[in-house]
Each structure stands twice: as C-alpha cells, then as structure tokens.
C-alpha cells in the first residue's frame, strides 16, 4: 500500500515540475523549413529540353498542400470545353497521406517514395522550384476560400483510401462473395 502511494506521489511531483518549468511535448515538425507549410499551386512545368507550359495557356494545374500535422495532398486539374463551347474543369486526385512528406535538410520525401535532395528549392517566401523526374515546376503559395480547400483535401483523401488494402479487402468480401 505504501509503495502505490510512493508512486503517486512521485508521478505527481513529475506532472508538477513539467507543469512549474513550462516543459511541453513538441509535435512532430514534418518540414524545418515553415515557408512549405500551406497550398500551392502549379504555375509552370517545363520538361527537359521542351517548352514551358505556363498554367494559364495550357489549362493543366497541380495543387499541393502541406499540413502543420503531416498532411500531402495532390490534386490535378484540367480545364475543359465541352462540345457545346461551356468551360469546365476536371479533377483528378492524385495523392494523400497523412504522414505523407517531409523535408529536412534540403532532402525532400513524398508519399514513402526515395528521398530526393533540392526537390523544393524556395525562390522567395510565395514561390519555389520543384523538381519531379525530368521536369521543373514553379509552384506559388495560394490561399482557397476554406469550403473549397476543404473539398480538395477530402476528395483526394476518398480518392486514395478507396484503393487502400483495407478498402479492397472490403469490397471484394462485400461486392463478390
């Protein structure tokens, strides 16, 4: 009886010091750079030794968003005509994981893939350079009203938990047993 009140005792003083010097536990930074921390969107793509393809002319964008929390998001758009001349835009959810990037020293990991040095180089605090294979992106922070950020961040999500193992595990039970 003793020994359980000896160790309250001792866990309560620990709580009390933690509390008197302001000690905290620090959440997981995902990136040591804030300035990644928001959306962006794709403003040109150049490939090796092809023409820029500036996001206006093309009507092909990216948006990517990095959460404080781990949070990666990607979602490409497409601006369309149809054939009765009305513009309107496709979406493809590319990309979500929460974890699903980091960027620490320079070394930039998305999504579990290898990690790739310089693969976001900050040009200024609203633009950077990406880089992805044989192409070059610049990117330039964008703020969405929030219904719509929103919107992109759980249709991606959707789009990839319903690929997940657990997700096909599922259907196949439920849709063809």
């Known amino acids: 009886m003793k020994t359980n009140a000896l160790h309250q005792l001792f866990f309560a003083a620990v709580i009390f010091v933690g ?3 302001g000690s905290s536990v620090k959440a997981e930074e995902f990136s040591d ?71 620490k020293n320079r070394m930039y990991i998305e999504m579990g893939r290898a990690p790739l040095k310089d693969a976001i180089v900050f040009l200024d605090k609203d633009t950077q350079r990406g880089r992805w294979g044989t192409r070059t992106d610049i990117w330039k922070r964008i703020t969405l009203p929030k219904a719509l950020l929103d919107h992109i961040i759980t249709s991606a999500r959707i789009h990839q938990e319903r690929w997940s193992g657990t997700m096909q595990e599922s259907m196949k039970k439920n849709l063809f047993e």
């Open 19 to 21: 509390l008197a010097t």
């Open 33 to 103: 750079d804030p300035r990644l921390y928001g959306t962006w969107i794709m403003e040109s793509m150049q490939y090796d030794g092809e023409s820029l393809r500036p996001r206006k002319k093309s009507g092909y964008t990216q948006i990517k968003h990095y959460g404080k929390d781990g949070t990666y998001v990607c979602v490409e758009f497409a601006r369309k005509t149809s054939e009765k001349g009305e513009v309107f835009v496709e979406v493809f959810p590319f990309e979500y994981g929460k974890p699903g990037y980091k960027l």
